[in-house]
């Protein structure tokens, strides 16, 4: 079922006599409706479509009877044909001293597609020219930090997005601190599981330590994992570090996560996760 938007209008349907447009019934032009809509997909703007239309049905016709078929005044129509004329869309012809428009043949549409083919080429010639120069910029803000709030369930996973899109040392895993036991208090198998796939279409491969009392976790091929009793240290925060980023998401009620960007605080935090990583490891294998 076709749902009209405030936008559609309901006209009359008209045909031409003498030169003037007489109006045959009042009913919603449901095929007009879908046909704007087809031929606004295509790149024709609303009130192109409206216009084309018209003069599509009405073969050859003055201004004022396109205008009113089309449901748009006068001034709009001389606007909107003669755009349609610089795209090959329409021609006028003189007839008795007076200017008629005329839609060409449908195939004629095909022309929309080499002047947006023409656009795109000219974009992507100035995008070209200015690229260095954004490239400039972007060199002077990386060795600037960057500190980002995100929050809500939603703002996580925008923050998760981002995180992973970081390109560290090809080797380099992720080094991730967490609570097993407050993530499944907060978050459900599914949404688990969804922040996962963000990172393993990543192929980012993790080193975790975790805190989890209803059992331990082991390593697989896209990780290492480090139980830790959190009788001994707590995690109270879900923390990953990559690259030059951090991410730091407490893990109560109202979710939030801070995304850090810079360079020695990322070492420094990686260096502490590798010393608490071997302290962990050896009381292991002590036992």
Known sequence: MLRLSKHDTVRETYYVQ?????????????????MERELQKIGLSEKESK????ALELGQAS?????????????????VLASLIEKGLCATAEQNGKTLYASGAPEAL????????KEIEEMKNYFERILPDLRSIHNRMKDKSVVKFFEGKQGLLNCLDEFYQERGAKSEPVRMIYNRDLL??????????????IRLRQGAKTKVLYNWQAGELK????????????????????????????????LREK?????????EIART???????????????IVNK
């Open 18 to 34: 003498d030169d003037k447009v007489v109006c045959l019934a009042d009913q919603l032009n449901l095929n007009r409706i879908i």
């Open 51 to 54: 216009v084309y239309l018209a």
């Open 63 to 79: 201004v004022q009877n396109i205008a009113k078929l089309a449901g748009v005044n006068r001034a709009t129509a001389y606007s």
């Open 110 to 117: 095909l022309s929309i597609f080499e002047i947006k083919k």
């Open 184 to 197: 499944e208090s907060l978050f459900t198998d599914a949404e688990r599981q969804k922040y996962r796939q």
């Open 219 to 250: 390593s697989t091929a896209d990780g290492m994992r480090l139980k830790v009793d959190d009788r001994k240290a707590f995690f109270h925060c879900d923390i990953s570090i990559h690259g030059n980023l951090m991410k730091i998401s407490p």
């Open 255 to 263: 979710l939030s996560a801070i995304l850090i960007r810079d360079k």
């Open 269 to 283: 935090f990686k260096a502490l996760f590798d010393l608490a990583w071997d302290a962990a490891a050896s009381e």
